[in-house]
């Protein structure tokens, strides 16, 4: 049996107050209503409580990682899609800070440039006096704080909001942060890094308070944030006896499929936008197929148009998804031989430009049937698995 997992990013939505229709509904998806008419439906619970709705947590969860036990912070899982070597990684923002004070989380949106010249001055600096800690770069304001050392426990999260449980606060984590958008307007000696590494850190702050005005304007202050040890993911193949190939057109699903020891297929000329090469996904997906029976396709433009805030080309963006992956893809493969789930990560409504922590709908075409005709956020609460945890996910597409 083959298995297919298609992840549409952010697609989940509420309801237009102008139209009295989510963009699902609006939408004209012959191809997901075939599969959710033709199999079985319900809705699912992809953030575990306590944690923000990131694609990180909420692709995890659907891979059946549970990450109350093995995420460790959004910085690690970062530096995993950058590809990374270290032991220990912190997301870490240029801020701008005036009179003590956080102002600007996103270093007044320094370009990429200007971040480069910042990012490697302040590499210079750390050479001499801080030798594990090296900062690697990534787009505008967000970068990486990548820290050499091994240290005996874990540490991670961030007081103030983030990705933390009761557990993981109480046992795990030694070294608190905080997010810098969570603390905008807010003085900063305050919430300076706190417990374990606390001192290095503070220091690389007082390091880049320094060397950063000497090089621009944007950003004064270097922010480490959401940091832990590397995670130690247990390999798909362990899991299910399949290796797995991923294939997205983003690096973070990448990173998670190397974490999983899966295979990662990057595929040419792709956007992560609307005008994405949808043919090339679509193909990479079937080829996969012929070296491995789990093949997971996740496609990131729906969620980017959910960001913009814009109903329309959401909607267009989801007709376009039904036409050019899932039409495409069950066109060509001997649907009696494939079991395919397909659902979003998380809802990412239009209205509010950001994820929501809210359940999911999801279909599961190749097993049982149910009822629901068309897969809808509304219609697939009425499936026969009902709510469901997200984590249970993938025993059901692995037991169709
Ligand atoms: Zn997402």
Same mark, same amino acid.
């Given at each position: ?8 990013d952010?697609?989940?939505?509420? @309801?237009?107050? #102008?139209?009295? #229709?989510?963009?699902l ?9 075939f599969l959710?008419?033709?199999g ?12 923000e ?6 692709n ?10 093995y995420y ?14 270290? @032991?220990?990684?912190f ?11 956080m ?12 971040a ?14 801080m030798?594990d ?26 007081v ?6 009761e557990t993981?606060k ?5 070294t608190?942060?905080f997010?810098?958008h969570d ?15 606390a ?7 007082r390091?880049?308070?320094?060397v ?18 590397m ?8 899991l ?27 595929v040419?000329?792709?956007t992560?936008?609307?005008n994405?090469?949808y #043919? ?10 012929k070296?491995?029976s789990?093949?997971?396709l996740h496609?990131?433009g ?5 960001h ?11 007709e ?12 060509r ?16 409504p ?20 149910d009822?629901?005709r ?27």
């Amino acid at each position: 049996m083959k298995r297919l997992l298609l992840i549409p990013d952010g697609m989940a939505d509420w @309801k237009n107050p #102008k139209t009295g #229709k989510t963009p699902l509904e609006e939408a004209d998806t012959p191809n997901m209503d075939f599969l959710a008419k033709e199999g079985a439906c319900g809705i699912a619970r992809t953030i575990p409580d306590g944690y923000e709705p990131g694609s990180d947590v909420a692709n995890l969860t659907i891979l059946g990682i549970d990450v109350r036990k093995y995420y460790t912070g959004r910085g690690p899982i970062e530096a995993l899609a950058k590809g990374i070597k270290t @032991k220990i990684a912190f997301r870490c923002n240029l801020v701008y800070v005036e009179n003590g004070v956080m102002v600007d989380y996103s270093g007044n949106r320094i370009d990429d440039r200007e971040a480069e010249i910042a990012v490697n001055a302040l590499n210079s600096a750390l050479k001499e006096k801080m030798k594990d800690f090296k900062l690697y770069r990534g787009r505008s304001y967000r970068h990486i704080l990548a820290i050499d050392r091994d240290i005996d426990r874990d540490i991670g999260g961030d007081v103030g909001g983030n990705n933390l449980t009761e557990t993981n606060k109480t046992n795990l984590t030694e070294t608190k942060t905080f997010a810098p958008h969570d603390i905008i307007g807010k003085r900063i000696e305050n919430y300076l890094p706190k417990g374990k590494l606390a001192s290095e850190l503070r220091e690389f702050i007082r390091i880049s308070e320094k060397v950063l005005p000497e090089v621009t304007d944007k950003a004064n202050m270097a922010w480490p944030w959401s940091g832990g040890k590397m995670p130690n993911f247990p390999s798909f193949s362990k899991l299910r006896g399949v290796r797995g190939t991923m294939i997205s057109e983003v690096d973070l699903l990448q990173g998670i499929g190397r974490g999983l020891k899966m295979n990662v297929v990057e595929v040419e000329g792709v956007t992560g936008y609307i005008n994405t090469n949808y #043919k090339g996904l679509a193909k990479a997906a079937l080829r996969a197929f012929k070296e491995d029976s789990f093949v997971v396709l996740h496609l990131e433009g729906i969620d980017e148009v959910s960001h913009e805030g814009n109903y329309e080309l959401k909607v267009e963006a989801i007709e376009l998804y039904d036409e050019k992956i899932v039409g495409y893809i069950i066109d060509r493969l001997d649907l009696s031989e494939i079991a395919i789930m397909l659902l979003p990560d998380h809802p990412t409504p239009v209205e509010k430009r950001t994820h929501v922590s809210e359940p999911v709908p999801f279909l599961v075409y190749g097993g049982k049937r149910d009822d629901v005709r068309m897969f809808t956020e509304k219609s697939c609460r009425k499936g026969m698995f009902g709510e469901i945890s997200g984590l249970k996910l993938i025993d059901i597409l692995f037991s169709s």
